[in-house]
């Protein structure tokens, strides 16, 4: 059964990656909802690369616009250093801290 928002909704705020699924659900928010769609997007400390490109491919898919909010100290702060606290590991094997080293 088809999902019916028309009428119901005005604007929705989407968490952006710019990957493909969050691509192609501001285009199905637009179609199904008939909604202005405001992509977000967190830097959390990704770098520019990640960020690059992404607001043009936002509007590419049918959003109004992105904001983008820089919350790498929060990000660091609520989230990076408990982990560090906690000796969390990856994979059972890494420290969240550390990066692996591959010898090819």
């Known amino acids: 059964?088809?999902?019916?928002?028309h009428g119901k909704l005005k604007k929705v705020?989407?968490?952006?990656?710019?990957g493909l699924d969050t691509s192609v659900i501001v285009t199905w928010l637009k179609e199904n909802s008939g909604c202005e769609v405001v992509c977000f997007t967190a830097d959390v400390g990704q770098g520019i690369e990640e960020l690059d490109g992404l607001e043009q491919k936002a509007?590419?898919?049918?959003?109004?616009?992105?904001?983008?909010?820089?919350?790498?100290e929060e990000f660091a702060k609520d989230?990076?250093?408990p982990c560090l606290r906690a000796g969390a590991i990856y994979k059972r094997k890494y420290l969240v801290g550390t990066v692996p080293v591959l010898k090819i």
Not at 1 to 5: A, I, N
Not at 13 to 18: K, Q
């Open 1 to 5: 059964m088809p999902v019916r928002l």
């Open 13 to 18: 705020v989407l968490a952006y990656s710019g």
């Open 59 to 72: 509007k590419a898919s049918g959003a109004s616009q992105l904001v983008v909010k820089d919350l790498t």
């Open 79 to 81: 989230y990076i250093f």
